[in-house]
């Protein structure tokens, strides 16, 4: 179905969005005065979530499609 990809293609680019203000964030930690493990922390947890919910839309979408 069409539908299927254009979710399809919503799904990456809402992950390639929060890859690019991941990879600013990182960019900015030198600048910061927080400790930058916390940054660190903070944006490791940020990665492991969009991963996680990406997967999650992604898996049914291509399951949904196979049964077609």
């Known amino acids: 179905d069409e ?22 964030e990182l960019a900015t930690l030198k600048n910061l005065p927080s400790k930058p493990v916390t940054n660190l922390l903070v944006v490791g947890a940020t990665v492991v979530v969009v991963g996680t919910i990406g997967l999650a839309m992604l898996l049914p979408v291509f399951s949904m499609s196979k049964q077609h």
């Open 3 to 24: 539908g299927d990809w254009a979710i399809v293609v919503l799904v990456v680019a809402a992950a390639a969005a929060s890859y690019i203000a991941i990879f600013t």
